[in-house]
C-alpha cells in the first residue's frame, strides 16, 4: 500500500507523511520508527531513493523501479 501511494502521489516523502497514509488506511496507531523502517525497506529494495540534507531526511521514488 505505501509503495501504489508513492508511485501515485509521488514527492518526498518522510516518516509523518507514511503514518498520515497508514492512519487514513485504518492500520491504526503506526509510530515513527516503523515508517522510518518501511521506507527504508522500500529503499533497499531499489524502489526509493533517500535524500539526506541539512537537518532533513526523505525518500522519493527511484525511477528505476526496482531494479536492483
Known sequence: ALLRAIREQGGRWKSGRVIRLYRRLGYGPVGRHSAVADLKKLRAAGHLI???????????LDPAGGAR
Open 50 to 60: 533517500q535524500h539526506d540534507e541539512e537537518g532533513v531526511r526523505f525518500f522519493t
